[in-house]
């Protein structure tokens, strides 16, 4: 059973390029979130999914996009990628929604944009 | 909106000395409360959650903490400190239909 698994570890991207984030669940959950870990800085929900065709808007969505067309499947979309995009980015997944239920999370994609 | 702070970015302790890592918490409704622990290059575990039931939560891996509401605290404790205790902690909020709010984040280092 291997969780929440997050591809790539480790990216390093220029300015204005694209890439997206994979993140994969097997745990058969309905929910699925991106998190984002600045220094010094709590985790902030930038995208989350309640399932399969439905996602919605966090705290800080701008300049990301997703899509969910499984629910094992919830990846995250960096367009043009500016520095203030440098950052930990983590997948996690529920099988409810908060606030009662526990969220897994993957080990993280650590993004530098130079 | 909710919110947490954790008081502290970095605590150090000896072996087998009491942790306390502290966490203060704002929110217009009762609030449910989590620790998260996160080890290095790994993704966040839950240590525990506090629900409305107990105000003296028990997790995993000997840690506890309690929620007091007149100070808006849920401090995480633990007696004794083992050396694989190392790690990051974080303290988050949520409330019904509102998405969780963590805090900075602590990091624990046990000195032997």
């Known amino acids: 059973n291997a969780g929440v698994t997050q591809t790539p570890k480790f990216r390093i991207l220029k300015i204005g390029q694209s890439m997206t984030l994979q993140c994969t669940q097997d745990m058969n959950h309905n929910y699925m979130y991106w998190y984002r870990q600045d220094p010094g800085m709590g985790l902030k929900l930038i995208y989350y999914s309640v399932g399969a065709g439905i996602t919605d808007k966090g705290e800080v969505p701008n300049g990301y996009n997703v899509s969910r067309s499984t629910t094992e499947d919830f990846p995250l979309r960096l367009e043009l990628a500016a520095p203030s995009q440098t950052s930990v980015y983590f997948c996690?997944?529920?099988?409810?929604?908060?606030?009662?239920?526990?969220?897994?999370f993957g080990p993280g994609t650590r993004l530098l944009v130079l | 909106a909710q919110s947490v702070t954790q008081l502290g970015s970095h605590v150090s302790v000896s072996e087998g000395a009491l942790v306390l890592l502290r966490c203060n918490y704002s929110s217009s409704v009762p609030p449910y409360l989590f620790w998260y622990v996160q080890y290095p290059n790994q993704g966040l575990q839950l240590l525990l959650k506090?629900?409305?039931?107990?105000?003296l939560v028990k997790g995993i891996n000997g840690f506890e903490a309690e929620f007091k509401k007149s100070e808006t605290s849920f401090h995480l404790t633990k007696p004794s400190a083992h050396m694989s205790d190392a790690a990051e902690y974080f303290c988050?909020?949520?409330?019904?239909?509102?998405?969780?709010?963590f805090g900075a984040g602590t990091r624990l280092t046990v000195k032997p």
């Open positions: 996690a997944s529920s099988y409810s929604g908060p606030p009662l239920e526990t969220q897994y």
């Open positions: 506090y629900t409305s039931a107990a105000t």
């Open positions: 988050a909020v949520s409330e019904w239909n509102n998405d969780m709010r």
